[in-house]
């Protein structure tokens, strides 16, 4: 990861971060706490505090492919290639909530939109003060019939982990990519792999734009 300085006529970097072994996926800054959060493939979570110099890393064991960080600057939230969203306490790292299946078989579920992320990047935020968790979905293949289930979008409740809204982002959409809540309008943007993205209130689910 390279920093520049933007008030500098130079194109070089002031600082380059070299810790991580594979593609960094995500980059978070967060002003709070003079802190820059980066998510990597090599399924490391690495916190970089620019007022002691100091750098911090949370093992995911998995590839991450997004990383945010809550309004208070106590929680970061990793999406991973395994299906699941991780909440992780930034002061020790522990897993203090899960959301998703786990990538689990479409052709063995018998009820509504399932969370499946297992070879895209996706991104996932924070939403309604921190209460909430919004993120897409790729579309998965069932084996049996070669049937898809529409990419969605998924809404969990943070306290509980119980999902508690799906938008389907319509038919032939292989992922629904990318998601970002708007608090003062109480809406959403969700951008999918057709090029196109939509505005959404988030009490009615209605489409704004």
């Known amino acids: 990861m390279k920093i520049w300085?933007?008030?500098?006529?130079?194109?070089?970097?002031?600082?380059?971060l070299t810790e991580?072994?594979?593609?960094?996926?995500?980059?978070?800054?967060?002003?709070l706490t003079s802190s820059i959060i980066t998510a990597s493939y090599d399924g490391r979570i690495r916190t970089y505090d620019l007022r002691v110099g100091e750098m911090k890393v949370d093992v995911m064991?998995?590839?991450?492919?997004?990383?945010?960080?809550?309004?208070?600057?106590?929680?970061?939230?990793?999406?991973?290639?395994?299906?699941?969203?991780?909440?992780?306490?930034?002061?020790?790292?522990?897993?203090l909530k899960s959301f998703g299946d786990g990538n689990p078989d479409p052709s063995e579920k018998n009820r509504g939109?399932?969370?499946?992320?297992?070879?895209?990047?996706?991104?996932?935020t924070f939403a309604k003060g921190d209460s909430v968790v919004l993120s897409g979905s790729e579309t998965p293949e069932t084996r049996s019939?070669?049937?898809?289930?529409?990419?969605?979008?998924?809404?969990?409740?943070?306290?509980?982990?119980?999902?508690i809204r799906t938008v389907p982002m319509g038919?032939?959409?292989?992922?629904?990519s990318c998601v970002a809540w708007n608090?003062?309008?109480?809406?959403?943007?969700?951008?999918?792999?057709?090029?196109m993205f939509g505005v959404?209130?988030?009490?009615i689910d209605e489409v704004l734009c």
Not at 20 to 31: E, F, P, R
Not at 113 to 124: A, M, T, V
Not at 147 to 155: G, L, M, N, Q, V
């Open 183 to 195: 608090e003062k309008g109480s809406c959403w943007a969700g951008g999918c792999s057709d090029g």
């Open 61 to 95: 064991a998995h590839p991450v492919t997004s990383i945010h960080c809550s309004a208070d600057g106590k929680a970061m939230l990793a999406s991973c290639l395994d299906g699941r969203i991780r909440m992780v306490d930034r002061d020790d790292g522990a897993v």
């Open 145 to 163: 019939s070669g049937d898809t289930t529409p990419a969605t979008i998924f809404a969990w409740d943070v306290l509980t982990g119980n999902v």
């Open 20 to 31: 991580a072994t594979d593609t960094v996926s995500s980059v978070y800054v967060h002003m």
């Open 5 to 16: 300085d933007t008030r500098s006529l130079t194109s070089r970097p002031i600082q380059t």
């Open 113 to 124: 939109p399932i969370y499946f992320n297992k070879d895209l990047r996706i991104r996932s």
């Open 171 to 176: 038919t032939n959409i292989k992922v629904a």
């Open 200 to 203: 959404y209130n988030y009490s």
